[in-house]
């Protein structure tokens, strides 16, 4: 009898643990993947973005999102106006605050509510389309997305992970693979993934499935010839263009 009790109280603890295992995976799962994806939005548009830096400055927080370009697009104007010491016309450019809102969740998985903040556009490029905002928020974010070092070797068939605040929603994945690597636009590098890519996805992040590394931004879909987007055919600007992007531009992040 004793003997079957302790049978018993084995098998408690060791469902008990898989449990714990379970959850805790998911959490981190959680953590890499789900977390660290915000909304972004001006006064006329929106898309996503992914935290990718939170560090300490002079007692602050620095907090960097990198999204799209054509996401915050909308926030940038550059007129031309006449400028009385210099005697000329000169372009002038004006850059409206960005809002982005990130999410709050419970038992894991449900979104309960954002934090809505005002960001700065710092840096942005229109042919690569990408840009770098900054939080005005000063404390820091624990959620960042896992950048893989420079030399990542990743190829077609590798499982991914899009997600991106489709239509508005909260973060939301679809899953796939690396379907073709390497496709030139306008003399700019794409890669290509079956992980569905929906209208609001623009800015969000794509994944390496098994490690959860950051491995480009979705970009633009594929169309067909009648004007149909292909949900599962979308481009994604890798993380290679991305790194030189942000050197070229004098950004340091974390070691990578």
């Given at each position: 009898?004793?003997?079957?009790?302790?049978?018993?109280?084995?098998?408690?603890?060791?469902?008990?643990?898989?449990?714990?295992?379970?959850?805790?995976?998911?959490?981190?799962?959680?953590?890499?993947?789900?977390?660290?994806?915000?909304?972004?939005?001006?006064?006329?548009?929106?898309?996503?973005?992914?935290?990718?830096?939170?560090?300490?400055?002079?007692?602050?927080?620095?907090?960097?999102?990198?999204?799209?370009?054509?996401?915050?697009?909308?926030?940038?104007?550059?007129?031309?106006?006449?400028?009385?010491?210099?005697?000329?016309?000169?372009?002038?450019?004006?850059?409206?605050?960005?809002?982005?809102?990130?999410?709050?969740?419970?038992?894991?998985?449900?979104?309960?509510?954002?934090?809505?903040?005002?960001?700065?556009?710092?840096?942005?490029?229109?042919?690569?389309?990408?840009?770098l905002l900054r939080l005005r928020s000063?404390?820091?974010?624990k959620d960042v997305v896992i950048l893989?070092?420079?030399?990542?070797?990743?190829?077609?068939?590798?499982?991914?992970?899009?997600?991106?605040?489709?239509?508005?929603?909260?973060?939301?994945?679809?899953?796939?693979?690396?379907?073709?690597?390497?496709?030139?636009?306008?003399?700019?590098?794409?890669?290509?993934?079956?992980?569905?890519?929906?209208?609001?996805?623009?800015?969000?992040?794509?994944?390496?499935?098994?490690?959860?590394?950051?491995?480009?931004?979705?970009?633009?879909?594929?169309?067909?010839?009648?004007?149909?987007?292909?949900?599962?055919?979308?481009?994604?600007?890798?993380?290679?263009?991305?790194?030189?992007?942000?050197?070229?531009?004098?950004?340091?992040?974390?070691?990578?």
């Amino acid at each position: 009898m004793k003997k079957i009790i302790l049978n018993i109280l084995f098998i408690i603890i060791f469902i008990t643990i898989l449990i714990g295992l379970g959850y805790t995976q998911s959490l981190e799962d959680h953590q890499k993947l789900i977390y660290p994806i915000v909304r972004v939005t001006t006064d006329k548009a929106g898309g996503s973005g992914s935290i990718i830096y939170s560090g300490k400055k002079d007692d602050k927080y620095i907090t960097l999102v990198l999204t799209n370009y054509h996401v915050i697009e909308d926030a940038i104007s550059i007129t031309e106006e006449w400028d009385s010491t210099l005697q000329k016309k000169i372009a002038r450019e004006r850059r409206s605050v960005v809002y982005v809102e990130v999410f709050k969740y419970r038992e894991i998985s449900i979104p309960i509510g954002t934090f809505r903040i005002e960001a700065d556009i710092i840096i942005y490029n229109a042919q690569e389309d990408m840009a770098l905002l900054r939080l005005r928020s000063e404390d820091q974010v624990k959620d960042v997305v896992i950048l893989p070092p420079t030399n990542r070797q990743y190829n077609v068939l590798d499982q991914t992970i899009a997600v991106g605040c489709s239509l508005g929603f909260p973060p939301l994945p679809t899953t796939g693979i690396l379907t073709r690597k390497n496709i030139q636009i306008n003399s700019l590098n794409y890669h290509m993934s079956s992980s569905q890519i929906i209208y609001g996805n623009s800015g969000g992040a794509i994944f390496l499935y098994k490690t959860g590394e950051l491995i480009g931004i979705p970009s633009m879909l594929v169309a067909a010839g009648w004007g149909t987007p292909i949900p599962h055919m979308g481009l994604f600007i890798p993380i290679e263009r991305i790194y030189k992007w942000l050197y070229n531009n004098k950004i340091i992040l974390q070691d990578k």
